[in-house]
């Protein structure tokens, strides 16, 4: 069975720059979160998705948007892009009614 | 605010000892509480979850979770090396809260 998966696995990318994450959810999973991880710390939780409405989103910027589509695969949009958004980010799927979150591999994002 | 509070640790036990890890959280109406694994540029890896008070056990993994003193634990029996890992612990109240983790060492 495939497991959450992510793309890309690695990206570098320029100050002010926009980026486009992608997250395919395992099958049967309609919940998907997405979480910041900055190197030290733990995942820090910016937005959940269920059945295509935005459930719930941290404490980001606006530059910080996301999306599910009818297959329930999700896309993390970031805009201008600063240094600090330097991090792995995480895309978490869960059945619904369960708290059982399985992750991603995460893609590490580097703005230069 | 919600918090989860680790020790950054670094923890380092002998192989075959018993690795004690500690978490203490702010919301007292949380009530799913998680363990998750990670290893050096991976992604967290699911262990262990507790929802009542008291012990759950799993192979060499135990929880603890005390809800009155907002407490809750992870037990690593007959440590490996292969344990050694940054251990995050979460609690969900409509979202993940994790904890900054304990880096584990296991020696040989």
């Known amino acids: 069975d495939a497991g959450v998966t992510q793309s890309p696995t690695h990206l570098i990318k320029t100050r002010g720059q926009h980026v486009t994450l992608r997250c395919s959810p395992i099958?049967?999973?309609?919940?998907v979160s997405w979480y910041q991880q900055v190197l030290g710390q733990g995942p820090q939780f910016i937005f959940q998705y269920y059945e295509k409405e935005e459930r719930g989103r941290g404490n980001f910027p606006d530059r910080f948007s996301a999306r599910q589509f009818p297959n329930y695969s999700s896309e993390l949009n970031v805009n201008a892009l600063l240094l600090g958004d330097s991090a792995l980010y995480l895309c978490?799927?869960?059945?619904?009614?369960?708290?059982?979150?399985?992750f991603g591999q995460g893609t590490r994002l580097t703005v230069v | 605010q919600k918090e989860v509070e680790q020790n950054s640790g670094p923890l380092s036990v002998p192989e075959g000892a018993i690795a004690s890890l500690n978490c203490t959280y702010s919301d007292r109406g949380s009530q799913s509480f998680f363990w998750y694994r990670q290893y050096s540029g991976k992604s967290p890896e699911l262990i262990m979850f507790?929802?009542?008070?008291g012990d759950k056990e799993d192979g060499r993994f135990t929880a603890q979770l005390n809800k009155a003193s907002q407490y809750v634990s992870l037990l690593i029996r007959d440590s490996q090396p292969s344990d050694s890992a940054t251990y995050l612990c979460a609690f969900i109240t409509g979202q993940f809260y994790f904890g900054t983790g304990t880096s584990l060492t296991v020696i040989p």
């Open positions: 978490a799927s869960s059945l619904e009614g369960s708290a059982r979150a399985f």
């Open positions: 507790i929802y009542s008070n």
């Open positions: 099958s049967g999973h309609k919940s």
